[in-house]
């Protein structure tokens, strides 16, 4: 229903109404029957209205602006005080002519007229009954018609289908007076007080939200009970709109209310929070605002962070997005943006800084020493990305912090062993409740500055699930091509990491994808020999266990010898990490003497190590004899640097079979066949009876078969091996070997020369043959640990037979026939 104002809900009548009266009565069943049998006048002032439409028995105002409509109130109000009311066609007519109004409409009386201060009036009129326009006779100063009356058909008094409209009409009123905030709710009392049926079904039309043109058509109804159920139809679909959109408010009312709680209550704590000292949101923004203001950014990263900064005020801070908003931008303040930490540029002091921690590693110091050369000639060089690779515990890890100290840089270190998941290289999306950056990024963060060194520790332990693939991730981070703008998905930007110096460490290249293998600079770290070994205990390892034992160099001396005893007799190892732990537990030893002022050796002695650490139980890898056929010493490289092997042939009668033992895996099995394959195409050259493979059975073996060996190396000492056995020929004393073989008999180079080099020496061996193109690796390693060694480059398998067997034969040799 629309907001006219209800003016009264007096039922006096209009018959005692009194023009200047504060009230205006409703109509009453005396009213209308009398205004039923009133005349209607033959001729009528025709009153156009623009946008209602008056319906008999209602009270309505009406300003009137125009002229014409002025003039007309003004003299009807001066006579009878009865006029015509119609509804224009078109409302936006001003000068409506006699074909501008509907033809029906509702004569009306003046019930009261106000003059408004802008000159237009207001004039209160009250409809009586309905007419038609038969003709107008004149349109000046105002249309006059002449009009007749129109009959009603109205119901039986008894006639209950209309009574049951009737009052269906009431209920639904005062439904809509309840759902409608607009309409007072006194109006309900006004529904309740009309006892006409025809002033009700008048009034509810009346006060409805129809167009004119709606609101008119239900006047041109003759029929009472046909315009009541249009009535009752209209006032259906209106209720149903109201209580639609009473719902969609009171939803609507519902998230206001819970918001303006929410600022309530989030003001009551803004309040509490300053009042105890602490720091409100506000201020915490200004606050990230003015840090932001010292950062060196450029201007896309400065708008980025500005726009993130307004995103946050905007926000509801009780909300958990407001907390991850916090913690990006204050990430992003605490980056290193553009701040790097100055290079030492003094070459001999960086020197001396890398040769104070680490004994040897000369390639390793070369490059770095190189790198700060250039850098010192062109400031603006992109950092090296190193790889270190090498057997456990010879400082692959440990030379990066030097490195650091050496260039004046922040050091950083990151574990990428069993890393599984891409996210902790490249970080979460910050949607993600708990996101945060990739470790790249926190490291920066702790480091201060953009230029630190980086070590990548355990590269080659890195895995992949169905969380990503991290290795994959860390081409991006590792090619200097791509790095001055790498995107961490939290940080939603991208990070210059140019200037970055990343050393990767890992213990074997061959776990290590191609293409980030590829992107790095690789240096190999070979194993440390005894000599080594020795020095870095006396100049490091010793010192550094008795500052960490609380004891000095006057409570514990040890010299060379005893070092060098505990490096040949209870360490085998290529680093120095079990060697630190022996000389911890003698160390530890002493302290405990101190502490409980008992008498102990301040000077250790072989006897005190063997009493502290036991019988030595490593002394295994030494040259044995060669009173046997069949046995031969090999060099391997193993993951703990270099090793002998000892190749064991044996001949037993049967029916030529070949047994292959001691844990071998594939590639020295072929060896092994290919070995006895080209004694057995070379039999007469070799001075063999080609009859001995069909008579007896050849058994070969390579000791400690609890350990997996493979690869090529011992080709040719395997065929060595068997040569002995088969001709019951010594193989000459403290001689090793190592090569791949061919069917042709040619020897091929082999990897890992530097350990296999060093495990000779400390095996005691003299001579070792090796093939001709592994002289290179030879020419690589330092002169001094090739001392009391000599070497004999081969070509063809006859070389190394030559070499390597004797003309005598074994004690108790065997004859085979």
């Known amino acids: 229903m629309s907001n006219h104002k209800i003016l009264t809900i007096d039922n006096m009548s209009l018959q005692e109404f009194d023009s200047e009266a504060e009230l205006i009565p409703l109509l009453t069943p005396e009213d209308e029957e009398e205004m039923n049998n009133e005349e209607l006048p033959f001729s009528l002032p025709i009153l156009p209205l623009r946008n209602t439409v008056l319906f008999p028995g209602v009270v309505i105002p009406i300003s009137a602006g125009r002229d014409k409509s002025i003039k007309l109130i003004n003299d009807a109000n001066a006579g009878d005080k009865i006029i015509g009311v119609v509804s224009q066609i078109n409302e936006e007519d001003e000068d409506p002519s006699k074909d501008d109004i509907n033809k029906v409409g509702t004569v009306a009386k003046i019930l009261r007229v106000l003059k408004m201060p802008d000159g237009n009036i207001t004039v209160i009129l009250q409809g009586k009954k309905r007419f038609e326009i038969t003709e107008v006779t004149s349109e000046e100063p105002y249309i006059t018609a002449n009009v007749k009356e129109v009959d009603e058909t109205r119901p039986e008094k008894n006639d209950t289908e209309f009574n049951t409209i009737v009052d269906s009409i009431k209920e639904l009123a005062i439904q809509i007076i309840k759902e409608s905030p607009s309409i007072p709710s006194e109006a309900t009392f006004a529904i309740k007080n009309i006892e006409s049926q025809s002033f009700l079904i008048n009034f509810v039309s009346s006060n409805m939200n129809l167009s004119v043109k709606e609101k008119q058509d239900l006047l041109s109804i003759n029929g009472l009970k046909e315009r009541a159920l249009e009535t009752l139809r209209y006032m259906n679909v209106e209720l149903q709109k109201l209580e639609l959109k009473n719902d969609i408010q009171s939803k609507v009312r519902f998230d206001l209310d819970q918001q303006q709680r929410e600022y309530f209550l989030h003001q009551q704590m803004k309040t509490i929070q300053e009042e105890l000292g602490g720091v409100s949101q506000e201020e915490e923004m200004d606050e990230m605002s003015e840090k932001a203001k010292g950062k060196v950014w450029d201007e896309k990263t400065q708008k980025h962070f500005e726009k993130e900064l307004s995103k946050m005020r905007r926000m509801n801070p009780q909300s958990p997005d407001f907390g991850i908003q916090r913690n990006y931008l204050e990430l992003f303040l605490e980056l290193p943006w553009g701040t790097f930490s100055k290079d030492n540029f003094d070459l001999k002091q960086a020197q001396k800084v890398l040769d104070r921690d680490h004994f040897g590693l000369e390639e390793v110091k ?60 490249r970080g979460h999306r910050k949607t993600y409740i708990g996101a945060m950056p990739g470790r790249i990024i926190q490291s920066l963060k702790k480091a201060g500055t953009s230029n630190p060194v980086f070590v990548l520790d355990e590269i080659d332990k890195l895995s992949n699930s169905n969380s990503g693939d991290p290795s994959s991730a860390l081409l991006e981070v590792l090619d200097p091509e791509q790095n001055s703008a790498f995107y961490d998905n939290f940080l939603e930007m991208g990070y210059d990491l140019s200037k970055v110096m990343f050393i990767a460490t890992s213990n074997n290249m061959s776990a290590i994808q191609p293409a980030l293998k590829d992107r790095m600079e690789v240096i190999k770290m070979s194993g440390y020999t005894i000599e080594e070994k020795v020095e870095i205990a006396r100049k490091h390892l010793f010192p550094k266990q008795l500052l960490d034992h609380g004891l000095t160099t006057k409570d514990l001396a040890i010299g060379k010898k005893q070092l060098e005893k505990i490096v040949e007799g209870y ?5 120095v990490r079990n060697l630190e732990n022996k000389i911890a537990q003698v160390i530890r030893n002493a302290a405990k003497s101190v502490a409980m002022e008992e008498e102990y050796n301040k000077k250790v002695t072989d006897e005190d190590i ?20 069949g046995v031969v010493t090999g060099l391997a490289w193993t993951s703990v640097g270099g090793d002998i092997l000892f190749i064991e042939s044996l001949i037993s009668e049967g029916k030529g079979a070949l047994t292959i033992t001691g844990n071998l895996g594939t590639v020295m099995k072929e060896s092994a066949t290919i070995a006895l394959e080209y004694i057995k195409a ?25 350990t997996p060996k493979d690869g090529p190396s011992a080709g040719i000492a395997m065929l060595t091996s068997l040569v002995s056995l088969l001709t019951q020929t010594k193989v000459k004393k403290n001689i090793a070997m190592t090569g791949e073989i061919t069917l042709r008999g040619k020897v091929l180079p082999v990897g890992g020369i530097k350990e296999k080099i060093l495990a000779a020496k400390r095996a005691n061996i003299k001579e070792i043959i090796l093939c001709h193109e592994n002289k290179s690796d030879i020419d690589e390693i330092k002169p001094e640990y090739l001392d009391g060694l000599t070497f004999h480059y081969v070509k063809e398998m006859g070389e190394v037979l030559a070499l390597a067997l004797t003309d005598q034969k074994v004690k108790n040799a065997k004859e085979l026939k």
Do not use: W
């Open 610 to 629: 063997v009493k502290i650490l036991g019988v030595p139980r490593l002394e295994r890898d030494k040259y044995e004899t060669n009173d046997v056929a």
């Open 682 to 706: 070379n039999a007469k050259k070799l001075g063999l009876n080609p009859e001995l493979f069909q008579k007896y059975n050849i058994h070969i073996h390579v000791p400690e078969g609890a």
């Open 366 to 425: 070369k490059r770095m020493i190189e790198h700060l050369a250039v850098l010192k000639l062109r400031n603006d060089m992109k950092s090296p990305i190193l790889c270190l690779t090498g057997p456990p515990g010879v400082g692959k890890t440990s030379i990066g912090r030097s490195v650091a100290e050496a260039l004046g840089r922040e050091y950083v270190r990151i574990s990428l062993g069993g890393l599984r998941d891409e996210a902790e290289i």
């Open 571 to 575: 360490t085998r190892e290529s680093g």
